[in-house]
């Protein structure tokens, strides 16, 4: 597009980008705007989205970028861990960018190992104040009875995230990691084996199924998820795994208070209690804070529920 045909109107918009421009790396600023750009030219998208896409997208570069001085980085964020803790850290990136759109499928947008730890590890270990603060009298009580320790299911896990980095940085807990395609836990179980991760275990199936089964219903002190969905249609798939008095913890970005109250209704009806929204340590896809919205099981979930297959997305609670 021409200068000639530039609307005055983008003006601001443009000057909002050159900004945030200058305040990204190059290389990365450049690889934005040229996808962005040939995005806008397959829909026939203005200057003005065009360019204000480019700002979006810019500013959560920049906040990754500038990260590394700031405890939003993963280098602060893995302080606490031990030496052989980061080398599995690392072991683990290393083998999502191996396994990347080989046999099982595509597993991240990350382009390098260091993008792996910065965007997903870092972004996994932001929940660790929450999680902690939650099972601190829960772990004293396991250790005064010589209990089998915390217990967490991640609700379909993917590559891993927040499962795998929270496995590593806590092994005393143990982890359950739920996904529905076959390929994916292939992956997982690899991860596991070769980071001799023995306080994971993978499970192949659908969050529907697997939550009607004695092994898995109301049996986790924490069920958390990563997957973009409502949270009236994550509430149905996450809080049947938890146990009464355990917690569904769920990664949202700052602005929830629309999603959380349409989501009232169905956390009712499935034994939640009251929800709070807490800070986390990490920035979202959008540029701004992540939060953990906590939802405490108080109450069994009906025998009916979760639905079938399906049912939650269609006919959300």
């Keep these: 597009m021409t200068d000639a045909r530039r609307d005055s109107r983008d003006e601001p918009a443009m000057a909002t980008y050159a900004t945030l421009a200058m305040r990204a790396t190059t290389t990365r600023v450049a690889r934005c705007k040229t996808i962005a750009d040939r995005c806008a030219a397959a829909m026939g998208a203005s200057r003005a989205s065009v360019v204000e896409e480019h700002a979006r997208v810019i500013r959560r570069l920049s906040c990754r970028a500038t990260s590394s001085s700031s405890s939003s980085s993963y280098d602060a964020k893995s302080a606490s861990l031990t030496e052989r803790q980061r080398e599995k850290m690392t072991m ?7 396994e990347n759109r080989g046999e099982h499928g595509m597993l991240t947008g990350a382009t390098s190992e260091r993008e792996v730890l910065e965007e997903h590890a870092s972004d996994a270990l932001a929940l660790l104040d929450v999680f902690d603060g939650l099972m601190r009298d829960r772990v004293n009580d396991v250790n005064d009875e010589g209990g089998d320790g915390v217990r967490v299911m991640d609700v379909g896990s993917g590559a891993g995230f927040p499962g795998i980095p929270l496995a590593i940085a806590r092994p005393e807990w143990r982890f359950t990691l ?5 390929k994916r836990t292939s992956f997982l179980e690899v991860v596991v084996r070769e980071l001799g991760l023995t306080n994971v275990t993978v499970v192949w199936g659908r969050a529907e199924d697997s939550a009607k089964e004695a092994e898995h219903r109301e049996s986790y002190d924490i069920v958390t998820a990563r997957a973009v969905a409502e949270m009236r249609v994550l509430a149905e798939f996450c809080l049947p795994f938890a146990a009464n008095g355990g917690y569904w913890v769920s990664a949202k970005n700052a602005e929830v208070e ?3 109250r349409d989501s009232l209704k169905a956390i009712a009806t ?3 209690g009251d929800l709070r929204v807490e800070s986390v340590d990490s920035i979202g896809p959008d540029g701004r804070p992540r939060t953990a919205v906590v939802c405490p099981k108080i109450a069994p979930t009906p025998e009916k529920y979760p639905r079938r297959a399906g049912m939650a997305k269609k006919r959300p609670l």
């Design 258 to 260: 629309a999603e959380t």
């Design 92 to 98: 683990y990136a290393a083998l999502v960018m191996r």
């Design 178 to 182: 739920l996904d529905t395609l076959r």
């Design 270 to 272: 499935l034994g939640g």
